[in-house]
């Protein structure tokens, strides 16, 4: 299983921004699909996670009603769509794939990260 993600990027802070995961190769139905992301000097974070199917999502409480996550399995693909970006959400966002947790997603397969950065 590999994940790529991109779409990282600058932006002014209350602006907007999409990052995709591509997903190659077979996955559990009972994995789930997320992202984590990872700020200078701080550990890594749980950020929001999809269900195998899409149809239920969660979110860390900090994104809640800023960032939406989907899933588009045709293309095998999960988007993560950010808006009212804070200076605080300045970190390497990195896509995972494993089984959802209390602490949102144990990530077994892991993509590389992509930057996201956010001026204020």
């Known amino acids: 299983v590999q994940l790529q993600a991109s779409g990282g990027g600058l932006v002014q802070a209350g602006g907007s921004l999409r990052l995709s995961c591509a997903v190659s190769?077979?996955?559990?139905?009972?994995?789930?699909t997320g992202w984590f992301r990872q700020a200078p000097g701080k550990e890594r974070e749980f950020v929001a996670a999809?269900?195998?199917?899409?149809?239920?999502?969660w979110y860390a409480s900090s994104v809640k009603g800023r960032f939406t996550i989907s899933r588009d399995n045709a293309n095998n693909t999960v988007t993560l769509q950010m808006n009212s970006l804070k200076f605080e959400d300045t970190a390497v966002y990195y896509c995972a794939a494993g089984l959802k947790a209390t602490t949102g997603l144990l990530g077994r397969y892991w993509g590389q990260g992509t930057q996201v950065t956010v001026s204020s």
């Open positions: 999809t269900s195998w199917s899409g149809g239920s999502a």
């Open positions: 190769g077979r996955t559990s139905r009972s994995y789930a």
